[in-house]
């Protein structure tokens, strides 16, 4: 596959030209131009390490044994040599495709559900976002690439969770009143397969506490900012939030019992 389509533009695959050795090739190193967050599994800016048999540099990159105990870099997004998979490259067209950023976002959770967001999805991306850069294509479809990428970093990030931080993020998007049916069967879910209720719990409790505390600290300094007639407007919000966010842990400590 030389050309990918995506939205009303089509990309080359292969990257125009190698950048300058030690720069970053593509957005993950965060440079100028572009926005793709970093994610720690997808290494970029490859170098040569002549005195090692195959280890990763530094700057992240990586290295194979050849014949002769030499070493060969192995082609990395960006790089002109690097071939995204065929099959990421079609399903990142798909994804792209749908328009609706919701709808986009349902898609690529839904994927992630199925566990069929991969670190090479990822990869084409962020290749396909270098070779739009060389090119300098529309920026409408260089920013969305950027958002895809990011989306699926993130997804790919919450999976590395621990079973117990992923559950409590889960829940912590429910509202355990008005969807707690929906909350209690998650639970049950979690603890029957990766999740020890105990250490749940434990967790819970344990954030409860500390947020408990700093809300107090928060507290004070607000009321410190009132008597002195300071503006409090975004104070407020942010202890409101917050003492929201203690009640949902409140309530789904009391269901997980």
């Not at 533009?9 to 300058?20: C, G, N, Q």
């Not at 030690?22 to 720690?40: E, F, I, L, N, R």
């Not at 991306?125 to 958002?147: P, R, W, Y």
């Not at 970093?153 to 707690?180: G, N, R």
Request: hydrophobic share 40%; proline share 5%.
């Amino acid at each position: 596959m030389d050309k990918v389509s995506i939205g009303n533009a089509t990309i080359p695959v292969t990257a125009a030209s190698a950048r300058p050795s030690g720069k970053p090739v593509a957005a993950q190193q965060k440079q100028p131009g572009s926005k793709v967050k970093a994610h720690a599994n997808v290494r970029i800016n490859n170098k040569r390490r002549p005195n090692s048999a195959a280890r990763r540099d530094n700057a992240g990159g990586t290295c194979t044994a050849v014949a002769g105990g030499g070493t060969q870099e192995t082609p990395r997004p960006g790089d002109p040599s690097f071939k995204p998979n065929p099959a990421d490259l079609k399903t990142l067209n798909e994804i792209v495709s749908i328009g609706k950023w919701d709808k986009v976002e349902e898609k690529v959770k839904d994927m992630a559900m199925k566990n069929e967001v991969t670190e090479g999805l990822l990869e084409a991306a962020v290749h396909l976002i270098t070779v739009c850069q060389q090119m300098d294509e529309a920026s409408q479809v260089t920013e969305t690439l950027e958002k895809v990428a990011n989306l699926i970093a993130f997804c790919l990030q919450t999976s590395y969770m621990p079973p117990v931080v992923k559950l409590m993020d889960d829940l912590m998007k429910m509202d355990p009143v008005s969807q707690q049916a929906l909350v209690k069967s998650r639970m049950i879910f979690a603890f029957n397969s990766d999740v020890n209720k105990e250490d749940f719990v434990k967790e819970l409790e344990g954030m409860i506490e500390q947020m408990d505390e700093q809300n107090g600290a928060m507290q004070v300094e607000f009321d410190q900012a009132a008597a002195a007639q300071m503006p409090v407007t975004n104070m407020m919000a942010m202890l409101n939030t917050r003492r929201t966010a203690v009640e949902r842990m409140q309530t789904l400590l009391a269901l997980s019992k």
